[in-house]
């Protein structure tokens, strides 16, 4: 899993996930767009739609630091930028390491949690990206 933080929290996502991960390049707004989309940007002469996962996840707002990231993903045959703070570190874990989740944490969150990572010393949020990034 690669460790990310949003808010002060950390959180996992699937490394093989992941296809690059890059400092933020300008952005331009979309119009109308769902809150969560927070623009678009070309990479490499693609068009990248960008999602703020803080936003995505009903994480408190803050500003852009020189630790933003941009993590490119891909879905439904599109490539898509992940928001985030940070990127922190890759931790495996083994199965006895991860609790899935069970609903605990409300059904708005829930739907985007496979589980929580216990690795020694650390507790991370592991997101199901799969139902994070809309189709």
């Known amino acids: ?26 952005l331009t707004t979309v119009p109308r767009a769902p809150d969560h989309i927070k623009g678009v940007c070309s990479v490499r002469g693609q068009l990248v739609t960008v999602i703020d996962l803080r936003s995505r996840l009903r994480l408190q707002e803050a500003p852009s630091t020189r630790k933003t990231r941009i993590l490119l993903t891909e879905s439904g045959g599109e490539v898509v930028g992940l928001y985030v703070d940070e990127v922190r570190h890759v931790l495996r874990l083994t199965e006895t390491e991860i609790e899935l989740a069970t609903g605990v944490f409300g059904n708005d969150v829930s739907e985007h949690v496979i589980g929580i990572g216990r690795p020694p010393g650390h507790v991370l949020v592991l997101l199901d990206l799969t139902s994070v990034v809309p189709r």
Do not use: K
């Open 1 to 26: 899993f690669l460790a990310v933080m949003l808010a002060g929290q950390s959180y996992g996502v699937e490394l093989t996930r992941i296809r690059e991960i890059l400092s933020p390049p300008p």
